[in-house]
Nanobody
Framework: QAQLVESGGGLVQPGGSLRLSCVASGSGFSIYAMGWYRQAPGKQRDVVATIAIGGTTNYADSVKGRFTISRDNAKNTVYLQMNSLEPEDTAVYYC??????????WGQGTQVTVSL
């Protein structure tokens, strides 16, 4: 079990960019595939992007070409670079393990609001 702390969210205009960070406490981070998830008001939490141990990435269709997930195992950190943000990207963003049955306890998330 690790403790997850997300940061980097904020208010940004459409077309803008943000970089989210997630630090996972504890050891063993480098052996887990990780993911970013988001939950908009009144909607379920959906996966946005995942990154495997070897660096292979996958993205939801809605963010392909705009978002980039990366990781720094030395810092126990996973990042989400978000470009060309759209109002539909507004949500609370969370990180966790990429495999549902192995999810750790969720962190507090970081709010991303895309608006004029």
């Amino acid at each position: 079990q690790a403790q997850l702390v997300e940061s980097g969210g904020g208010l940004v205009q459409p077309g803008g960019s943000l970089r989210l960070s997630c630090v996972a406490s504890g050891s063993g981070f480098s052996i887990y595939a990780m993911g970013w998830y988001r939950q908009a008001p009144g909607k379920q939490r959906d996966v946005v992007a995942t990154i495997a141990i070897g660096g292979t990435t996958n993205y939801a269709d809605s963010v392909k070409g705009r978002f980039t997930i990366s990781r720094d195992n030395a810092k126990n950190t996973v990042y989400l670079q978000m470009n060309s943000l759209e109002p539909e990207d507004t949500a609370v963003y969370y990180c966790n393990r990429a495999t549902r049955q192995f999810w750790w306890n969720w962190g507090q998330g970081t709010q991303v609001t895309v608006s004029l």
